[in-house]
């Protein structure tokens, strides 16, 4: 699990309304509540949960075809008695942990409690037209948070065939069945929605990396990117995620403040889950569009992310009217978007979309929404034509170099029926300019640096080291220059090969070569970390194989 948690204030109190009036103010919820018609199921795959607190205990699914209590699979789904979910780590329906691990093991708890809350917020408090499965992925006798059991609980949550799966942390082992079944639910019209992870990089891990899974970024309340959050190509919304309020799992009343992509993910499937309560007939693919499509883009604030941070932060008032009124969707289209659809009907005017979203770009991907669609367009980019043809030529990912974008259709050839195009900006690594991904490293000394050179490092950097020296050794780090933005771009050092927080040896920031490091075993893992500003001439360490006398 990638859990940021940090400001972290623990209450005994029901929700505070400011907190939520703020974080309405933030999504622009609409001025009236929804008026659900349809109940909506919503499985949370994490690690544990108090099914008595009181943000959620009206709300936990019953499964219908399971008799309680009476030891058999009475719905022949190969689990016992999940009446009320399922703990996939010790094959048995208790989702909860011992008392004295409720502390460390509260997250599924948060985030269940979040989905309840912003459902209430926007739909009324009628409990009946929202279901939350609990499906608990840690083992009782656990030491530590990670969700070793993630994707497995996600296959058990997608054969309970909910409307929304929330998978609030990303990372893991995922399989080549996993991705199968994740499509396959895809087509089924199950939305994943997936956290964007907390590793401060551009790097998005399974299950969001997937197309088919909906993934979320962490923003403050100035919608600017949140310090941890990751960021990339594959993030499809930014959500608050600062001090966000949810319930605690030490005892039924207690609520406490988090912060990271994981609330920013709970809030979406809030939202996901209200929208299709109120609106049961609308598709998969028409909530996904109410949310993007309708966004408010963020990369003005964000200049070091253009692209990477989604379409931008939803404006639920507009996704509500994109439900509500067919013909919205026509003329809300917006062209600073980084990602989105243009629609089109010959009941509207409009022939012609400029996309122009804030940033610089390497180009431009576009498709067509159906195979069926008649007629021509023209793609222009930065006001030279690129593109002269049939729409069906769209059938497949047209990726046009360029940064700024013009679409026609000519007068003479247009569609037949209502047409819609997906397009999405290609972004600009620049992370990669000096080092990037991983490199290993198996002789018994040698040197790293930023390889930057004389230069300064590149930010919003992510690179990673892996050093192995022979069995029996360990290894010594010592750093010969050190110079990085202070307590902002880190050299952290693990032991081992993973970036667990379990596994942290140390991290360096600032201006003064820190102390030697010795591990405990033969590897290391170098991770260097930098943010979207400031930056500096970088570091270079020498490593040695030492033994243990």
Same mark, same amino acid.
């Given at each position: ?80 008695? *999940? ?8 094959? *048995? ?82 399989? *080549? ?373």
């Amino acid at each position: 699990m990638v859990l940021s948690l940090a400001m972290f204030f623990p209450v005994l109190a029901q929700p505070a309304e400011k907190d939520m009036a703020a974080l309405a103010s933030q999504l622009d919820f609409p001025a009236t509540q929804l008026s659900p018609k349809k109940a909506v199921t919503v499985a949370v795959v994490d690690d544990a949960f108090l099914l008595s607190h009181k943000s959620i205990n009206d709300y936990i699914y019953t499964n219908p075809g399971e008799i309680p209590g009476n030891y058999v699979d009475d719905d022949g789904n190969g689990f016992i008695d *999940d009446v009320h979910g399922w703990d996939i780590s010790d094959a *048995d329906a208790d989702v909860s942990v011992a008392k004295e691990k409720r502390a460390t093991f509260y997250h599924g708890t948060y985030i269940a409690g979040i989905i309840t809350s912003i459902f209430q917020r926007l739909a009324g408090t009628n409990s009946s037209f929202l279901r939350i499965i609990p499906v608990k992925t840690t083992a009782d006798n656990a030491r530590m948070t990670y969700l070793t059991d993630g994707y497995k609980g996600l296959r058990y949550a997608i054969s309970l065939n909910p409307d929304i799966i929330c998978c609030a942390w990303s990372g893991g082992n995922v399989t *080549d069945e996993d991705k199968a079944l994740i499509k396959q639910a895809a087509k089924k019209g199950i939305i994943i929605v997936s956290s964007a992870g907390n590793f401060f990089c551009e790097k998005i891990d399974e299950p969001g990396s997937m197309p088919e899974v909906l993934t979320v970024a962490a923003v403050d309340s100035a919608n600017r990117k949140f310090s941890t959050s990751n960021f990339g190509m594959p993030v499809d919304l930014s959500v608050p995620g600062k001090h966000i309020y949810g319930p605690y799992s030490t005892a039924d009343n207690a609520f406490s403040y988090f912060d990271g992509t994981s609330p920013s993910s709970a809030i979406t499937a809030g939202c996901l889950a209200a929208l299709k309560a109120a609106f049961p007939d609308a598709s998969q693919a028409d909530l996904l569009s109410a949310l993007k499509c309708t966004a408010t883009p963020i990369d003005s604030l964000n200049p070091s992310f253009s692209g990477k941070l989604g379409a931008g932060v939803p404006d639920l008032t507009k996704a509500v009217e994109f439900l509500q009124n067919p013909d919205f969707r026509y003329s809300c289209f917006n062209p600073k978007l980084p990602e989105g659809t243009v629609y089109f009907s010959k009941k509207t005017k409009t022939l012609s979309w400029n996309i122009a979203p804030d940033g610089d770009y390497h180009g431009l991907h576009l498709s067509a929404n159906s195979t069926d669609y008649k007629g021509k367009i023209r793609v222009f980019a930065d006001d030279s034509l690129r593109f002269d043809g049939d729409i069906a030529a769209l059938r497949k990912d047209l990726f046009t170099a360029g940064n700024r974008f013009r679409l026609e259709l000519p007068k003479k050839s247009l569609p037949s029926k209502g047409t819609s195009f997906s397009y999405s900006m290609e972004t600009i690594d620049s992370t990669t300019l000096y080092c990037k991904g991983i490199q290993y490293l198996t002789g018994e000394y040698g040197t790293i640096s930023d390889n930057s050179g004389n230069e300064n490092y590149a930010n919003n950097c992510t690179a990673q080291w892996q050093i192995t020296v022979p069995e029996g050794k360990h290894v010594l780090i010592e750093f010969d220059e050190l110079d990085t933005q202070p307590n902002v771009d880190f050299v952290w050092i693990f032991e081992g090969d993973s970036t667990l927080p379990e596994n942290i040896l140390a991290k360096f920031s600032g201006h003064n070569p820190p102390p030697h490091v010795l591990s405990r075993t033969n590897k290391v893992l170098i991770w260097f970390v930098t943010d979207g500003a400031v930056t500096s001439k970088g570091w270079k360490l020498r490593y040695t194989a030492v033994s243990n006398n």
